[in-house]
């Protein structure tokens, strides 16, 4: 958990922020000045953020001469005892050369500092909030403590500067080495419990808050044996590239293969056919679990190579579900197309099946190609480049929460043994692959059948397809 500090100058909304974020009336603005508390801290929430906030109360009504002198020795107080200042400004009545002290006073602190522009509801609000700018604490967050207004931006706000892994201290539980990964989750979790230790064996996925394309995307090649993989690594890496040796971090006998594609870098993971290279030839080789899970586990998209001529045999469903429960973007090669003949009709078929078969993810991206020919291998990593980029989507909770409130006006959650069920706020809690909770009342009686409608719309509102979404519900408190 952290500690917050509400700092600004008189009058711009201290008390009224503090006292949203509180949610009781202890508040500053019916103190009576010289009035001693017992605490100092108050616990705080803000939708699923839970936090303390510093009461620097009963400030503002001191009427002494002394009062600039003494709230800067509060302020300073304050500010040192905070992880994070959330710095206050009035942006109706603009910014003053107070203003402008207070804001050195924190940035001198050289703690995290959310510049928030309060009431911003206000007529000519917007030129005090471009003024702000001057403060040189970054962008404002626009809000109304006052009218309840922006709160969600400044949830957002507060995540990205605090780090997830801060703010959700139980619900990061980040693996210790590359290849530590994960536990199975199933593929509709129904508690917080389920998305715990779901991060992906990536350590730096909670500092990397937006789409990061200078890192190497993780693509694992999986499938039947003879559906094509080690001829679809062969013709990507070009004969003469050398397989790098076992990497630090991945399990002894498997490996990876650096690789770039339009300037991005790859890395390839290719259980079967690579091992195939170094070990006995000949022998018929048998995909085991594991090895598809190592390959899974390491990919941040997975491409499921069939063969056109034979697809969709139980093992291929097994391994699409398996990396759908993964939580990995599965991508599909219809490989071998050179062989297929009625092309158009064979495609059309073949998708539909994906859709059918594979109901859990709608969207699934699938791309014919053929391996041996090299053909088909651009538009394939074009699926897997979009597909990764999804993968790791972030969406603001003020997007997420003016779609749920269309939502539930147009189709409200049904009553349930008598009473109306009822949706408080969404958030997304996670990315890689995006993960959200529902705020209701009462999770265990939404019916499963409105449960996906919701991620349905999710997915379709905010333009996912062909990942796994997941998605919480979970009580208010
Ligand atoms: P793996 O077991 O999945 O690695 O499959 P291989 O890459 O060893 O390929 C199995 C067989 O399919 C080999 O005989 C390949 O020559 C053949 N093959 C692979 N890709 C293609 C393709 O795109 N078109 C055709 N016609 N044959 C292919």
Redesign the pocket.
Same mark, same amino acid.
């Given at each position: 958990s952290f500690t917050l500090a509400i700092v600004g100058r008189p009058n711009v909304g201290k008390s009224t922020l503090f006292n949203r974020l509180v949610g009781r009336k202890i508040a500053l603005v019916d103190d009576l000045p010289g009035v001693t508390r017992d605490r100092r801290v108050h616990a705080a929430k803000l939708y699923d953020l839970k936090f303390d906030v510093i009461d620097t109360a009963g400030l503002e009504e001191v009427d002494s001469e002394s009062l600039e002198g003494r709230m800067r020795a509060q302020t300073e107080l304050a500010i040192g005892e905070a992880d994070l200042i959330v710095f206050l400004v009035d942006a109706k009545a603009g910014i003053t050369p107070t203003d402008v002290t207070f804001a050195d006073l924190v940035r001198r602190s050289g703690k995290p500092v959310i510049l928030v522009a309060n009431k911003a509801e206000a007529r000519g609000a917007e030129s005090g909030m471009y003024d702000s700018y001057a403060l040189g604490l970054g962008e404002p967050t626009p809000i109304s403590a006052e009218h309840g207004q922006g709160f969600p931006d400044l949830r957002d706000a507060i995540v990205e500067i605090m780090g997830e892994e801060r703010v959700f201290p139980d619900e990061h539980v980040k693996p210790d080495a590359d290849d530590t990964v994960a536990v199975t989750i199933p593929a509709t979790p129904r508690s917080m419990d389920d998305l715990i230790g779901d991060d992906i064996d990536d350590p730096d996925a909670d500092e990397v808050p937006a789409y990061d394309s200078s890192k190497p995307l993780r693509i694992a090649i999986v499938?039947r044996? *003879?559906?094509? =993989? !080690?001829? @679809?690594v062969n013709t990507m890496l070009g004969e003469d590239r050398l397989l790098t040796g076992p990497e630090a971090g991945i399990t002894r006998d498997s490996i990876s293969v650096d690789w770039e594609w339009n300037g991005r870098k790859i890395k390839l993971f290719d259980t079967?056919?690579l091992r195939r290279k170094s070990r006995v030839q000949g022998k018929l080789?048998k995909l085991s679990v594991g090895d598809a899970l190592r390959a899974i586990r390491f990919a941040e998209v997975v491409i499921i190579?069939l063969d056109a001529t034979i697809p969709f045999e139980k093992q291929d469903l097994q391994i699409a579900d398996l990396i759908i429960r993964e939580g990995r973007a599965p991508i599909i090669a219809f *490989? =071998?197309?050179? @062989?297929v003949e009625n092309r158009q009709m064979v495609l059309a078929d073949l998708r539909e099946k994906t859709e059918r078969l594979l109901p859990q993810i709608r969207g699934i991206r699938a791309v014919p190609? !053929?391996?041996?020919?090299n053909q088909g291998i651009d538009k394939l990593m074009a699926a897997v480049a979009s597909t990764d980029e999804i993968w790791n989507r972030r969406i603001s909770t003020g997007r997420l929460n003016r779609w749920m409130e269309g939502v539930t006006t147009h189709h409200p959650p049904p009553a349930v043994a008598g009473r109306r069920l009822k949706i408080k706020y969404i958030t997304q809690v996670k990315t890689r692959p995006p993960g959200f909770v529902i705020s209701c009342s009462r999770p265990e009686a939404f019916p499963t059948s409105y449960v996906r409608y919701l991620s349905n719309g999710l997915r379709e509102t905010f333009d996912m397809p062909g990942v796994p979404i997941r998605l919480v519900l979970r009580t208010s408190d």
């Open positions: 499938g044996p *003879n559906a094509g =993989k !080690s001829t @679809l079967a056919g080789e190579v *490989n =071998k197309w050179d @062989l190609i !053929s391996g041996e020919r």
